[in-house]
Nanobody
Framework: HVQLVESGGGSVQAGGSLKLSCVAS?????????VTWYRQAPGKGREPVST???????SYGESVKGRFTISRDNVKQIVYLEMSTLKVEDTAVYRC????????????WGQGTQVTVS
């Protein structure tokens, strides 16, 4: 079955950096899939952080523009999220989602990785 596995989270001081990875397994059409990183902080709703489309089009949430960079490697089926100048308010569980389902959501979700900024 299809799997998305995130890694790279951890605890870091404000101003620091982390690089998250979203590794896809058995996604036959990964290179045609849109992938989005989401995050959810305690007590808050899920927030889209960054999206990369199959054609390479990229978008960022306003709160992370200029600090986060998304990239993808279709051969390895990995999407990265490089986070720099981290702020306390970036603390959240980060999850990746891949392949739109045609009704506004995604077919595949990872379990998430915790990012804590202090």
């Amino acid at each position: 079955h299809v799997q998305l596995v995130e890694s790279g989270g951890g605890s870091v001081q404000a101003g620091g950096s982390l690089k998250l990875s979203c590794v896809a397994s058995r996604v036959m059409t990964f290179d045609t899939c849109t992938v989005t990183w989401y995050r959810q902080a305690p007590g808050k709703g899920r927030e889209p952080v960054s999206t990369v489309a199959p054609d390479g089009t990229i978008s960022y949430g306003e709160s992370v523009k200029g600090r986060f960079t998304i990239s993808r490697d279709n051969v390895k089926q990995i999407v990265y999220l490089e986070m720099s100048t981290l702020k306390v308010e970036d603390t959240a569980v980060y999850r990746c989602a891949a392949c739109r389902n045609g009704v506004g959501g995604y077919q595949h979700w990872g379990q998430g990785t915790q990012v804590t900024v202090s």
